[in-house]
């Protein structure tokens, strides 16, 4: 008789952490059933079942985020790091205008960050604090953690799928942009960078070496404001879906990797060009205008729409700025133009590049 290898969803593993079926189990009682929702089957099984509603698609996407490379164990609070997990996912679906219908997270993690031996004078572990963040972001816009997987790993990483649903045909894509439309950003620009700039200058102050976890920055509290942007962005699954709901935008996007990287990917996929006014962009306090064209993270929503079309000036509570317009793409002129109040020049892709 062959036996069958018993699997679960949020499986345990080979090399798992220590304790890890205690904290699957942790996991799983946390997250609850998710009645009520497209969710048919969420943790448990082999697979989650999903259900489509009639005259929808799917919209997927998955982001990977490297420890010493997208968080700093030392610098980010846990808290932090599964709350911009799952941001980026949901960023990903507000970018298409699609409603989260449910996330999927893997995480590889250090034994020290995965059992209760990170438990200490009655703190939480490490986990359970990213659980934390993870789960309060998920309650917000109503998203299911409906599986995942866990293995011990030598640096942490945390792989978040996101599942999201659109009306047939209508989700925002890149490739709408015309000539002539007008460019749009939500909220403001370069606040992420620049609270990252912060961090950065108080490990140096603080002559933080190690970073693995256990000697932490010392945020100061009147810091914690400015901070926000980075540790907690927000992202527009409400402005991505009122764009659909109202039929506003041609194309869109999110930006995730700075306004000059997102803005050239825009262009290339519509086979237009543009051009920004710096003085219109949302700069965010704080930050400069390098750090809004190039510094990523921000996690708004970059989207063209026709001309004549009547914009409102915030879409669910968040601000809607003009920045700049749809061009014909002509080889004399560059993919995207920067109008400063020195006359014109070209902006290159300065965001987040990997293995550049
Ligand atoms: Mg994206």
């Known amino acids: 008789m062959v036996r069958r290898k018993p699997k679960r969803e949020m499986k345990k593993r080979e090399g798992a952490p220590a304790g890890e079926l205690a904290l699957l189990e942790r996991i799983r009682s946390r997250v609850g059933r998710s009645r009520g929702s497209d969710v048919v089957l969420g943790i448990g099984d082999d697979c989650a079942l999903l259900r489509v509603r009639p005259g929808e698609e799917w919209a997927v996407t998955t982001d990977l985020s490297l420890e010493g490379r997208h968080f700093r164990l030392g610098w980010h609070a846990p808290e932090s790091i599964g709350h911009r997990t799952l941001a980026r996912g949901l960023s990903d679906l507000a970018g298409m205008g699609a409603r989260p219908v449910a996330a999927f997270l893997s995480l590889g993690l250090p034994a020290a960050l995965a059992d209760k031996a990170g438990e200490r004078n009655g703190h939480s572990s490490w986990v359970d604090r990213f659980l934390n963040g993870f789960l309060a972001l998920a309650r917000t816009h109503k998203v299911p953690l409906a599986g995942g997987d866990l293995a011990e790993s030598p640096a942490a990483v945390a792989d978040i799928v996101l599942i ?166 002509d080889r004399r002129r560059p993919m995207v133009t920067l109008l400063g109040a020195s006359g014109e020049r070209p902006l290159a892709p300065r965001g987040w590049q990997h293995f550049s």
């Open 164 to 329: 999201g649903a659109v009306r047939r045909g209508k989700a925002l894509l890149r490739s709408g942009a015309r000539p002539g439309d007008a460019l749009y950003v939500t909220g403001f620009l370069g606040g992420s960078a620049a609270g990252l700039r912060r961090l950065e200058e108080l490990a140096r102050a603080q002559n933080l070496k190690r970073d693995d976890g256990r000697e932490c920055l010392k945020i100061p509290g009147k810091l914690k404001a400015a901070l926000a942007a980075h540790f907690y962005p927000q992202p527009r699954v409400a402005q991505g879906l009122a764009l659909v709901r109202r039929g506003l935008a041609h194309a869109a996007m999110d930006v995730s990797d700075g306004l000059s990287t997102d803005l050239h990917h825009l262009c290339e996929a519509s086979g237009v060009a543009a051009e920004i006014d710096a003085s219109a962009l949302p700069v965010a306090a704080g930050a400069t205008l390098a750090q809004a064209l190039n510094g990523g993270e921000d996690y708004e929503l970059l989207f063209s729409a026709a001309p004549q079309a009547r914009m409102p000036r915030a879409l669910s509570g968040v601000p809607v700025t003009r920045i700049g317009r749809v061009l014909r793409r």
